[in-house]
Each structure stands twice: as structure tokens, then as C-alpha cells.
């Protein structure tokens, strides 16, 4: 009687340990392959959108001879085009939210909950290679699908960027949404959401922390975004009630303040003398306040990439620091 010997079929472990997902990488993705794949399609079809709503644009407006004369100059034809940045740009300044609390918070509270992180620690693989993993490919995910959606975005609103009729360059809508702050501001709002799933190791707890963090961080973001630039002042010696009197800001300016400038170079408010009821008494009045010209602080909208990438380095600054303590943390508490 013979004996049949069985050799194990390697060859599809091996060649998957040889793969770009193999190991460890090939595990997490297949872990996390529903959120990852729902993000990047999600992702595509939004470019997609993009893409097809600047051709619109763009057939419109070379149709008219393009925007040079302003937005006003081409009359409520425009309106539809303009309107349509609304929805995408509302889209996109919510995704950070949307990806921290569904994405960023279940990464590790949900092997936390239901003991997959203590599967994990009794394998051959470190706690520290299995956070990099799990981290670095959520945040290559992130990363190239909120870059991918930048650049369409950003490439939709050049040709009309100047005109404050359609975004305002300094609000969430323009700011956040283009350059590299939309990337720098899911990453930290992710990672957040990672770190506080690692704390709370319950996932339905985290996802509700993680959205009251991603919302303060949206607000605090909001009120600092005018900080990162130079403000830029611009003073005039035309009295303050001639035609011509007031500066000339250049296009698409963001004007800050404005004030009446005396003749020792001091500012004083611009509703000086506004309770004369005749334009002589108030000539008269604002003679003898020594008012002289305006002084006007603005953001030119030059500063708009400086003032981007300085935002995206603190926020990528402080997602490092939080990264840091999730290894920190992690490496004695993940089980």
C-alpha cells in the first residue's frame, strides 16, 4: 500500500508575500478595503463632476470672449455657471468630517472592540509595524484622493479666481478646498480621529468624539486662516470726499479695515465726522481733525499660495505630533 504525500501549494502565499500588498499590507487592505475603495470612488466620480462642469464653463465663457471685462459684464447668463460651485465646494470643505468620523475613528477602536488588535499582538508582527501600516495606507488614501480633488478643483476655478463675485478667495469655499490645505486638513482630522478611537477603544464613542473635534477644528481653522497672511496697508493724501479720494486695491483684494488718516500719520475712524448733516460743515470738521487721506489694510490675492502652504505645514506639523503619541500610546496599550 503506498502513501500519498500532499506537498502545500505556496505558490500563491509566496507570491502574494511578493506582491506590493503583500503581508501585512495585503491583511489591512482587505480589512479596510470597503472604506478605502468607497473613498477613492467617491473621489473619482466628484472629479469627474468637476471636470465636466469647467468644460461648461469654459465653452461659455470663450463663447462671451472670456472674463476679462468681469463676471458683471457677462450678466445673469453667468449666474448658473457661478452657481454651481456652491454644492461642489460645500462638498468638499465637509469631507475632512466626513472621513475623520467614518474613516479616521473606526481605523483602531474597531480591532480595539472586538479584540482584533489582540489577534494582532499574539502574531509575529510588531504593534509597531502594524500601526504604520494601518496608518500609512489610511493616509495614502486620504492623500490621493483629497489631492486629486484639489487640483480638479482648483483647475475649475482658475480662470475665474479674481472675480469675488463667484468665491470670495479668503472663505472656507476657495481656501480650504484648493492648494494643499484641503490634504493637510483631512490628514489631521483623520489621524485625530485615530488617536481618539487608540483613547476610547469603543467605535460608536469615537466616531461622535472624533466629529465634535473635527468641527472645533473646522471652526478654530476658520477664525486663523486671515493670520497666516501679511497684511498689507495702503495710505492716500486726498482728503476723504473727492472722487478719487479712496485707494485703488488691486483685483480680487481682500480689504480687512479701513480708517481716516490724519496729517501726524494717526488713524481715526472713517465715521469721524458723520453726524454733520451738510458737506461743508463736514469739510469743515474733518479740517479741523486734521484728516488728510484714507489708510486701508488688505490681503492681496497673491498671498492666497503662501498663505496655503504655511497653513498646510502647521496642520501637517501638528498631525506628526499626533502620530507620534498614537505609536507612543499604542505600542503598550493597543491590546
Same mark, same amino acid.
Given at each position: #500500500?503506498? /502513501? ?31 472604506? +478605502? ?22 465653452? +461659455? ?11 458683471? &459684464?457677462?450678466?445673469?447668463? +453667468? ?7 456652491? %454644492? ?35 502574531? =509575529?508582527?510588531?504593534?509597531?509595524? $502594524? ?6 495606507? /489610511? ?6 484622493? =483629497?489631492?486629486?480633488? &484639489? ?7 482658475? !480662470?475665474?479666481?479674481?472675480? &469675488? ?33 487608540? @483613547? ?10 472624533? +466629529? ?7 471652526? @478654530? ?13 495702503? =495710505? ?10 479712496? !485707494?485703488?486695491? %488691486? ?42 487721506? $484714507?489708510?486701508?489694510?488688505?490681503? %492681496?490675492? &497673491?498671498?492666497?499660495?503662501? #498663505? ?28
Amino acid at each position: #500500500m503506498s /502513501t500519498l504525500t500532499r506537498t502545500p501549494d505556496t505558490t500563491a502565499t509566496d507570491s502574494r508575500r511578493r506582491s506590493p500588498l503583500g503581508g501585512v499590507t495585503w491583511l489591512v487592505w482587505r480589512q479596510h478595503r470597503a472604506a +478605502f475603495l468607497t473613498v477613492l470612488g467617491a473621489g473619482v466620480l466628484l472629479v469627474a463632476w468637476i471636470v465636466f462642469q469647467r468644460a461648461r464653463m469654459m465653452d +461659455f465663457l470663450g463663447g462671451q470672449g472670456g472674463p476679462a471685462g468681469g463676471i458683471g &459684464s457677462l450678466g445673469t447668463e +453667468f449666474e448658473p455657471y457661478a452657481a454651481a460651485f456652491q %454644492p461642489v465646494s460645500s462638498a468638499l470643505s465637509v469631507i475632512p468630517v466626513v472621513l475623520g468620523v467614518f474613516v479616521g475613528a473606526p481605523l483602531l477602536a474597531g480591532d480595539l472592540e472586538h479584540g482584533t488588535a489582540k489577534l494582532v499582538a499574539a502574531q =509575529t508582527v510588531s504593534r509597531t509595524r $502594524w500601526l504604520a501600516t494601518k496608518l500609512g495606507l /489610511t493616509a495614502l488614501v486620504v492623500t490621493v484622493s =483629497t489631492a486629486a480633488l &484639489s487640483v480638479a478643483f482648483g483647475w475649475w476655478w482658475e !480662470p475665474v479666481k479674481e472675480q &469675488s463675485t463667484v468665491m470670495e478667495w479668503t472663505s472656507g469655499a476657495a481656501f480650504d478646498t484648493t492648494g494643499p490645505v484641503p490634504v493637510a486638513l483631512t490628514l489631521f482630522t483623520v489621524v485625530g480621529g485615530v488617536a481618539i478611537g487608540l @483613547v476610547l477603544r469603543r467605535t460608536l464613542a469615537a466616531m461622535v468624539v472624533t +466629529f465634535g473635534f473635527a468641527v472645533v477644528v473646522q471652526l @478654530v481653522w476658520g477664525e486663523l486662516r486671515l493670520a497666516l497672511g501679511d497684511v498689507v496697508t495702503v =495710505t492716500t493724501n486726498k482728503g476723504v470726499l473727492a472722487d478719487d479720494a479712496f !485707494p485703488t486695491l %488691486p483685483d480680487a483684494a481682500y480689504q480687512i479695515d479701513q480708517s481716516y488718516l490724519t496729517g501726524s500719520g494717526r488713524p481715526v475712524g472713517w465715521s469721524t465726522c458723520a453726524q454733520e448733516e451738510t458737506e461743508q460743515a463736514r469739510e469743515l470738521c474733518l479740517k479741523q481733525a486734521d484728516v488728510v487721506g $484714507w489708510s486701508v489694510d488688505y490681503l %492681496p490675492i &497673491s498671498q492666497m499660495p503662501g #498663505m496655503q502652504w504655511l497653513g498646510a505645514a502647521i496642520l501637517l506639523a501638528l498631525t506628526a505630533a499626533v502620530a507620534v503619541f498614537l505609536f507612543l500610546w499604542g505600542r503598550k496599550r493597543l491590546v
